[in-house]
């Protein structure tokens, strides 16, 4: 998956996320070492799949070529196993010395902990060599607390062919248009959406992006402040959710599936046996890890625009992974960092696929098509939404996540939704 989230899906959620552990990652980080000139350096990620987990599995066998007497300790982890023991260890008062973050709420809460160093002065020579849009998840009052690995979006990837079966022509651009599609489909006996209904987090896209279609981004970013998602637009996105969730769209057993499983939702897609799923960039590369991946046929289209709604289609949802330095990490730490960000070493890991562009003037090194047109689409969006289970504190993400699940399987309404989030955003 993405730095972001992957797998992500879920910045705290994100952390973006998706259960079991994807490598490494069986013990407890610790404090570097200087015993015989040698220094460690713990490193938590979930690049788990590949092109991902080749390439930083590469790059701490380069740095520590360079630097014999560091001890990059690599720990890939999956995501939502990572997550879980994220939490755990912070809730000890520690960090790894490096690990991956998504920014949002999730970073503040360590950042007003204690727990990550302010990279603001160590690291003011080189970041300006980022996009802004890609720094700004890992900002806090202005100071910066984690460098960008990878940026992207969320949007539906789908099978060609099996639209094409089913006489769905041409990518939905409205919300009408994408029911009827999936009508289209089922009347055809394809699947029309894999869902992870397991792990939550992949439903919440969808409740997000209707949010953001039809009140626009000043919705999102207004409840973020007087903690109110009783407002129209968040009542209204349940109540189109609910009108999808009727058609019985999802595959059979969806409640029990994982997002990168062989039988989860990922592999669903690449195997061929479901039309689409709302998925950020890092879907294709997920979608051949997980299955078999489906070549020319996988096609990408943006959240389509909600009739009578003031946001903008071209308004993306979305988020990136980055990596923060532990408050008691040693400056190797940063180092490593440092080094993983240097412009040909970004160059490689967005030509294999694994990641979107974070640094200024590399877009050309986007090699798959679909990709680039994600990197395109970003390129020219004219707003940016984070995660709504990153943008806000943990525990108002979590109670996202898990409405939307229950709302997707009728066991609350749209408007006990917003009340139950506007509760626990209240209380925080």
């Avoid at 920014?103 to 996009?131: I, M």
């Avoid at 996988?298 to 990136?320: I, S």
């Avoid at 806000?392 to 993400?397: F, K, L, Q």
């Amino acid at each position: 998956m993405s730095l972001g989230r992957r797998s992500a899906a879920a910045l705290v959620a994100a952390t973006l996320l998706l259960g079991g552990c994807g490598g490494g990652g069986g013990e407890e980080p610790k404090a570097a070492s200087g015993s015989g000139g040698k220094v460690t350096v713990e490193w938590w990620n979930i690049g788990t799949t590949e092109p991902l987990k080749s390439f930083l599995a590469r790059m701490a066998t380069e740095y520590q070529k360079q630097h014999p007497n560091v001890v990059i300790k690599n720990l890939p982890i999956e995501n939502e196993a990572f997550k879980a023991r994220m939490t755990t260890l912070n809730q000890s008062g520690k960090t790894p010395d490096l690990f991956t973050t998504w920014g949002g709420g999730v970073l503040k809460q360590q950042v007003d902990a204690g727990l990550v160093k302010d990279l603001t002065d160590d690291s003011a020579a080189w970041s300006g060599a980022f996009t802004p849009a890609s720094l700004q998840p890992y900002q806090v009052d202005g100071k910066t607390y984690a460098i960008p690995a990878d940026i992207g979006m969320v949007g539906f990837w789908y099978n060609k062919a099996l639209f094409a079966k089913a006489g769905v022509t041409e990518p939905p651009a409205t919300w009408s248009a994408y029911i009827d599609a999936v009508k289209k489909l089922k009347a055809a006996g394809i699947t029309p959406i894999a869902l992870a209904g397991k792990e939550k987090w992949p439903g919440h896209y969808y409740w997000a992006y209707l949010a953001m279609r039809i009140g626009g981004l000043q919705a999102l970013q207004q409840a973020a402040t007087d903690h109110d998602f009783t407002k129209p637009p968040f009542v209204e996105a349940g109540r189109r959710l609910k009108e999808l969730a009727d058609l019985d769209p999802f595959q059979k057993g969806f409640l029990g599936a994982a997002y990168n499983t062989p039988d989860g939702q990922a592999a669903l897609v690449g195997n061929g046996k479901a039309a689409m799923e709302l998925m950020g960039q890092w879907a294709p590369s997920v979608e051949k890890e997980a299955g078999k991946g489906i070549g020319d046929d996988l096609g990408f289209f943006p959240f389509p625009a909600v009739e009578g709604g003031t946001g903008k289609v071209t308004d993306a949802f979305g988020g990136g992974g980055g990596y923060a330095v532990g408050a008691d990490a040693p400056a190797e730490a940063l180092d490593f960092l440092k080094f993983i960000s240097e412009e040909k070493n970004h160059r490689d890991v967005v030509a294999s696929g694994a990641v979107l562009p974070v640094l200024k003037g590399t877009e050309d090194a986007v090699k798959d098509p679909n990709l680039a047109t994600v990197a395109k689409a970003l390129s020219t969006a004219s707003g940016f939404q984070l995660y709504l289970d990153q943008a806000y504190p943990p525990a108002v993400g979590q109670e996202v996540n898990d409405s939307v699940a229950e709302l997707i399987v009728g066991k609350k309404t749209p408007e006990q939704v917003a009340q139950a989030i506007t509760e626990t955003a209240k209380s925080e």
